[in-house]
């Protein structure tokens, strides 16, 4: 294996012509992932400039096991929902090449559970209930439209802000919930925002 990285990193070397990719980042939210980058247009003058994308499972050696998430794609993005689990770490790899030359790789490490942003509640409903005011919150959705609180083991739960419409929304009460579904016992008028969090 150690040998296969060294023949591997001088292949690489000899082929280093074109710029890698720069700015590689992944845009996500809930279970949507989109890897981004950017590649300086001017360095590869009239030639097709592609970019390829692998995926494996960081404890795993590469040898065997990566796989093709996007090939030859001319645009500056990959999505690749669906193509990893939600608590493995994956390690991406994302590079350029044309016909005649390739870049270095750059190489990113991306475990969805740490590193996703988790969307706000799918929908918010109120209604009152004997003058008590009662919220309704639908989970966030996965990309299967899975409620994203059995992706978090229940480690979801909602911050609640509310506030009387007569006063500052700046100093809102906080309170937490578990539950999707609760009472406030006032006949007032409540403003309410609201957040998942982790
Ligand atoms: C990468 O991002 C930096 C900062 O936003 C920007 O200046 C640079 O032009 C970007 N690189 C490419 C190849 O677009
Ligand atoms: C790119 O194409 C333009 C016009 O088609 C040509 O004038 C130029 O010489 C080409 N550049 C290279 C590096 O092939
Ligand atoms: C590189 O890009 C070209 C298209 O420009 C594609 O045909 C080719 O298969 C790609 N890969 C390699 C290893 O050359
Ligand atoms: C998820 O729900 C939305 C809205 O109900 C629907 O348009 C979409 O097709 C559903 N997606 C899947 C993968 O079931």
Redesign the pocket.
């Known amino acids: 294996i150690l040998t296969f990285n060294i023949i591997v990193m001088l292949y690489q070397l000899t082929l280093i012509d074109l710029r890698r990719p720069e700015n590689v980042s992944v845009d996500s939210l809930n279970t949507r992932y989109v890897l981004r980058w950017d590649w300086p247009h001017e360095t590869a003058a009239n030639q097709t400039v592609t970019f390829t994308l692998i995926k494996w499972k960081k404890k795993i050696q590469l040898i065997k096991y990566w796989t093709s998430v996007c090939v030859n794609v001319l645009e500056h993005r990959c999505d690749f929902t669906g193509a990893i689990h939600y608590k493995i770490s994956f390690l991406l790899r994302v590079w350029a090449n044309t016909s005649q030359q390739s870049s270095g790789w750059v190489q990113i490490s991306f475990c969805p559970d740490e590193h996703a942003a988790l969307g706000p509640p799918s929908s918010l409903k109120l209604s009152s209930v004997k003058g008590d005011l009662e919220i309704i919150i639908t989970d966030p ?1 996965s ?3 899975q409620s994203m609180k059995t992706l978090l083991n229940d480690r979801l739960s909602y911050r609640i802000q509310y506030w009387r419409r007569s006063e500052e929304p700046q100093v809102p009460v906080h309170t937490r919930a578990k539950s999707s579904r609760m009472g406030f016992s006032s006949g007032c008028v409540w403003i309410l925002s609201e957040c998942g969090i982790c």
């Open positions: 959705l990309s299967t439209n």
